[in-house]
């Protein structure tokens, strides 16, 4: 992502839980019966804590490729440092969570309106579908109108001591805004770790309607000499049943 965003600040307003997940192949040899008890237990667990602390988003994505341990990930806000607590512990709980592969990273939304203009196809919220029956819950599957990029990134120390203009951020954001303006970028939104990874620090959800854009939007990310000067970490998603779990929220 483009160099020229670290005077943005992240929000205090909220704190955002990224989680790398998936399911253990262990929980392959439970009897359906099992998982299917193990399960309900759990959706009633989370939709309490859910309500209980005025859950602000929930949103999961698919990879596309197949990624041992972790197959999804999520994105999932709260208003305070609690409720993300109460959320993590509640997750990972016994029976359910004792199958889980979790990889949890608490966050600050960045630069929310730094991308406002780029997006030339703004997305409308998800409507919830029906209240959530956990007795009858729903065959879940993936949104197929559009592609997301996942982009894990950082800045190299180097970059720090390279002069500006060597770096080449202003090209690159000029770059980056003629993609989304060619491809029809539809979202761009952006996370700040609270406490930096070694890879990277800050986390990027990209959303386009076609293979082709996304693609694009990779390949333009990795053009130097910007790219020279950051780790960037990109994976193919799709979004999750989005109306399902907009339907978790107590105001969507």
């Known amino acids: 992502m ?6 943005h600040a992240s929000s205090s307003d909220s704190v955002v839980v990224l989680y790398k997940g998936g399911r253990l192949q262990s ?9 299917d008890d193990y399960s309900k237990q759990h959706v009633e667990l989370m939709l309490s804590v859910a309500h209980k602390y005025g859950m602000v988003t929930l949103e ?3 990879l596309l490729e197949t990624k041992q341990p972790w197959q999804r990930f999520w994105v999932m806000e709260f208003p305070t440092l609690e409720g993300a ?5 509640a997750e990972m709980a016994p029976p359910y969570g004792t199958y889980g592969y979790y990889e949890y990273y608490l966050s600050r939304r960045f630069a929310m309106d730094y991308f406002n203009d780029w997006v030339t196809q703004p997305l409308q919220k998800p409507q919830p579908s029906s209240p959530v029956d956990v007795d009858r819950r729903p065959i879940l599957d993936v949104d197929r109108n559009s592609y997301v990029v996942l982009e894990f990134a950082r800045m190299l120390p180097e970059a720090v001591l390279a002069p500006v203009e060597e770096r080449g951020g202003a090209e690159h954001r000029e770059l980056m805004k003629s993609v989304a303006k060619e491809h029809g970028l539809m979202r761009l939104e952006a996370f700040q770790l609270m406490a930096p990874q070694h890879e990277w620090h800050r986390a990027y959800v990209i959303e ?8 694009a939007w990779m390949e333009a990310e990795l053009v130097p000499p910007q790219a020279a000067y950051s780790n960037k970490i990109m994976h193919l998603a ?9 339907s978790w929220l107590v105001n969507p």
């Open 2 to 7: 483009p160099f020229g965003t670290g005077d």
């Open 27 to 35: 929980w392959d040899l439970l009897p359906q019966a099992q998982q």
């Open 60 to 62: 999961g994505f698919k």
């Open 85 to 89: 607590e109460a959320w993590i512990e």
């Open 208 to 215: 386009l309607p076609t293979i082709e854009a996304a693609e």
């Open 238 to 246: 799709r979004k999750w049943s989005p109306e399902f779990f907009a």
